[in-house]
């Protein structure tokens, strides 16, 4: 296992659809050793719990950064929908005070949008930023007939978008992602990567304490280290 910390940006809690509180995940974050914890709860949500009070929610993770400085990286973020980021309907000034944006549900942009039309949106937003848990497989299909694939990771390098290696179980492509020694389609994906210097982050999607699959999120930070660019938050 290499010796860079581990690394654990995608982390809901009770201020969205989670059942743990923040403080609860940084502690159960350093039980397990992890190096880099991001909280990430759904921000404008329509199809799940929110954060209700954004300026309140910054705040706790603040003095929690402070309080555990020596011991551990706390990140602030949030998860948005793809549909909001088209529709404006969020603050730019509050999202820009974050440490990141994960936007979620790309692969299922609606047909009369084309990726360029979010470009004007993700550029006011100057925060590192994201894809959460994107099915691959769909966006090459999605996009064959105007390149597939080498399409949307033109795209990607064009908006400076990390993309999320989501450990969580639930996400069967990612088990291809991580566990990726027989699959020739997944080899050539993190070359294109690499090519392209996309940097991805790693995020076990977690929804409480009970919920870190400690053995996948481990298989994919050492899949990262061996493979693939990791986004540096220092």
Request: with cysteine.
């Amino acid at each position: 296992m290499s010796k860079e910390v581990i690394m654990d940006i995608h982390n809901h809690t009770n201020w969205s659809d989670g059942d743990s509180s923040i403080e609860e995940l940084v502690v159960n974050a350093l039980k397990n050793d992890i190096g880099i914890l991001g909280i990430s709860d759904h921000y404008n949500s329509k199809n799940t719990r929110s954060i209700t009070s954004f300026e309140d929610y910054i705040l706790e993770i603040e003095i929690l950064k402070n309080k555990y400085l020596s011991k551990i990286n706390i990140l602030s973020g949030v998860e948005i929908p793809v549909s909001s980021i088209l529709c404006q309907e969020y603050s730019l000034k509050l999202i820009n005070n974050l440490d990141f944006v994960l936007v979620e549900n790309i692969e299922n942009l609606p047909l009369h949008f084309n990726l360029e039309s979010l470009e004007g949106h993700l550029k006011n937003i100057t925060c590192k930023k994201g894809l959460a848990h994107t099915n691959l497989y769909t966006i090459a299909a999605k996009y064959k007939d105007i390149g597939g694939i080498n399409y949307f990771i033109q795209f990607m390098k064009k908006n400076d978008l990390f993309f999320e290696i989501n450990s969580n179980s639930s996400y069967s492509f990612f088990d291809d992602i991580i566990f990726y020694h027989e699959n020739y389609w997944v080899k050539e994906l993190y070359h294109k990567l690499n090519l392209n210097q996309i940097k991805v982050s790693i995020g076990s999607d977690s929804h409480s304490i009970e919920d870190l699959e400690k053995g996948r999120l481990l298989q994919a930070n050492k899949t990262v280290t061996e493979n693939l660019h990791r986004i540096n938050f220092f």
